[in-house]
């Protein structure tokens, strides 16, 4: 059975719903089916085929026309009115001669004479099958509200009469429950699981006053549609008069809240009318539960929507925020360098007014001792000239010494007071081709007293022989790196001086083998008095000279850690044209 299913199991074996009263036809049937590959299970009636269909939906349903209780007509209708089974394949078998109109005009999809040829009944059902595999079902989904059949309560005072309706109603597949009395029918509506489609009352019956009952129910009708939503559904009620009721009679029991009024003596009729309000109100429970899934289905699905835009507003209002924050991060770091750089320079100018004012006064004072301790240095050696007396003579001897300390602290003073005027004066001088390799030998020559023979100084000029700028960017820079480099070394050392070309820039770097500058201090090393020398050793101007010399020539100067771990400080100069 292509397509279907096998009974090899390669393909899933479809499942048919048998309803068939007879045991022998429905031994017979279930093994013809079974043998072509189907899984079948079997109702006798068709009241536990409606109940089974709430457990679990077949593939397709084979029902007899004629079952005790409800026949195939009523079943196959009953099967249409649910939007579970509204579109379930049902075949019909019967063998009455017009069988085949009655079940087709019920609702059943295809007919089939039991006498039929047992291969057309098979090709029959294949096709069947093939027509639901391409349309598909709602089947058990979610959202699909169980088969349910429906309720009616029958409130007569005869025991005969409401035995008969009770019948032809069960005939109809409604479940059914009665009520003898007044009481009766109201304790019925009161239990709790009471949920009638529809109450008939007979209204002209001697045990009770049928038109106070029919009001009765009418009031708890009212109270319980207030109770729940607008649009719950509710149950009808069905009045059963004579066979000729009166006008007056007629519109009493409308007033009473009968929906409608049936003679007593057509039975036929009044299942007819309680079929057709049952039927609507099942559709309408349908309908209202669909248009409710679908009302839910939108809310959700607007609130994805919603939820979605929200995510991407929140996604986009990240991206701003982040890039926000970039650009302020990046706004702050230009901030925090233009405020170094300003702070710098004010530091600088202000360093630059002050020395030059403390250079100033104290140049005057220290030139008018200066020219009077040669004085009393070239008078005490006339006088120690002439002089015979022993003791004198050791005591001028005295005077000239500490005359002559006195000159050495007054030119300390004047050396301080030079380099204060330099510092102050960093854009004095013009700018000249000026050899690198000579300028070097002439400091090194300058210092040669601070270096001795204790360190070695290793060269490698390797890059261009002249570079255009001031001389004090050779003289007074490179003077106080290997001044600041000599006094690292007190015991011995080696200082490597070594030149380099780069494609825009010329490079000087000078590096020894001393203890090196600590991370925490590098920032601090160019600034204007800070020295790591003892007291009295160092003024802390050298290298903030040198700082302030390379940065006039747009220049560079760093430090960082020598190869043999010691200080390598790295002056850069942008090459300009002679």
């Keep these: 059975m292509s397509g279907i299913g096998s009974p090899d199991g390669t393909l899933p074996r479809p499942r048919i719903l048998l309803v068939e009263d007879s045991e022998t036809q429905a031994l017979e049937l279930r093994l013809l089916l079974e043998s072509h590959g189907f899984?079948?299970?079997?109702?006798?009636?068709?009241?536990?085929?409606?109940?089974?269909?709430?457990?679990?939906?077949?593939?397709?349903?084979?029902?007899?026309?004629?079952?005790?209780?409800?026949?195939?007509?009523?079943?196959?209708?009953?099967?249409?009115l649910s939007l579970r089974t509204r579109a379930l394949p049902l075949l019909m078998l019967t063998g009455a001669r017009d069988g085949e109109r009655q079940g087709l005009e019920s609702g059943a999809d295809a007919y089939v004479a039991k006498s039929a040829d047992r291969d057309i009944l098979i090709l029959r059902i294949r096709a069947l099958l093939r027509e639901r595999q391409g349309g598909g079902a709602p089947g058990d989904g979610p959202g699909v509200s169980a088969f349910r059949r429906g309720r009616v309560l029958v409130v007569d005072g005869s025991a005969t009469y409401r035995t008969f309706l009770a019948g032809l109603l069960a005939h109809e597949g409604?479940?059914?429950?009665?009520?003898?009395?007044?009481?009766?029918?109201?304790?019925?509506?009161?239990?709790?699981?009471a949920a009638f489609d529809c109450v008939t009352i007979d209204l002209l019956g001697p045990a009770y006053d049928g038109l106070a009952l029919c009001r009765a129910i009418d009031r708890r009708r009212a109270a319980g549609i207030e109770a729940r939503e607008a649009g719950a559904p509710t149950f009808h009620l069905v009045g059963i008069a004579g066979s000729a009721p009166a006008k007056d009679f007629l519109v009493e029991a409308y007033a009473a809240g009968a929906d409608d009024v049936v003679s007593k003596a057509d039975g036929e009729v009044l299942v007819v009318r309680?079929?057709?309000?049952?039927?609507?109100?099942?559709?309408?429970?349908?309908?209202?539960?669909?248009?409710?899934?679908?009302?839910?289905?939108?809310?959700?699905?607007?609130?994805?929507?919603?939820e979605a835009e929200a995510a991407e507003a929140r996604a986009a209002l990240a991206g701003a925020l982040e890039q926000a924050n970039q650009d302020l991060a990046t706004a702050n770091r230009k901030l925090t360098d233009a405020q170094a750089k300003l702070v710098q320079a004010a530091k600088m100018a202000s360093l630059g007014e002050l020395v030059a004012g403390i250079a100033h006064e104290i140049n005057?004072?220290?030139?008018?001792?200066?020219?009077?301790?040669?004085?009393?240095?070239?008078?005490?050696?006339?006088?120690?000239?002439?002089?015979?007396?022993?003791?004198?003579?050791?005591?001028?001897?005295?005077?000239?010494?500490?005359?002559?300390?006195?000159?050495?602290?007054?030119?300390?003073?004047?050396?301080?007071?030079?380099?204060?005027?330099k510092f102050s004066r960093l854009d004095e001088g013009e700018r000249t081709l000026v050899n690198v390799p000579d300028s070097i030998e002439t400091v090194l020559a300058l210092i040669q007293h601070k270096l001795g023979t204790r360190i070695t100084v290793e060269r490698d000029f390797s890059g261009r022989p002249e570079i255009h700028c001031t001389p004090a960017l050779l003289n007074q820079v490179v003077m106080n790196i290997l001044g600041n480099a000599a006094d690292a070394m007190p015991e011995s050392g080696i200082i490597t001086i070594v030149t380099q070309e780069l494609p825009e820039t010329d490079v000087i770097r000078i590096s020894d083998t001393g203890p090196g500058i600590p991370e925490t201090l590098r920032e601090k090393i160019f600034e204007p008095f800070f020295t790591t020398k003892p007291v009295g050793a160092g003024t802390g101007l050298g290298l903030a000279i040198a700082y302030s010399v390379v940065q006039a020539h747009s220049g560079s100067l760093s430090v960082e850690t020598a190869e043999g771990g010691g200080a390598c400080f790295v002056i850069g100069i942008p090459r300009q044209a002679a």
Aim: aromatic fraction near 2%; hydrophobic fraction near 40%; proline fraction near 3%.
């Design 364 to 421: 005057n004072p220290l030139a008018f001792i200066l020219a009077h301790q040669g004085t009393v240095e070239r008078l005490l050696g006339e006088i120690a000239a002439s002089e015979a007396d022993l003791a004198s003579h050791r005591a001028l001897a005295k005077c000239r010494d500490r005359v002559g300390s006195m000159r050495m602290g007054l030119t300390r003073i004047q050396d301080l007071v030079l380099n204060l005027r």
């Design 274 to 306: 309680v079929r057709g309000l049952v039927r609507r109100k099942l559709l309408e429970e349908d309908d209202r539960r669909i248009a409710g899934e679908f009302g839910a289905r939108e809310r959700a699905l607007e609130r994805a929507r919603a």
């Design 174 to 193: 409604h479940e059914v429950r009665t009520a003898a009395t007044y009481d009766a029918a109201l304790a019925a509506l009161d239990e709790a699981d």
């Design 39 to 80: 899984s079948v299970e079997r109702c006798p009636t068709a009241e536990m085929a409606l109940d089974h269909l709430n457990t679990r939906l077949p593939d397709l349903v084979v029902a007899d026309h004629h079952l005790p209780g409800m026949n195939g007509d009523e079943f196959t209708r009953q099967l249409r």
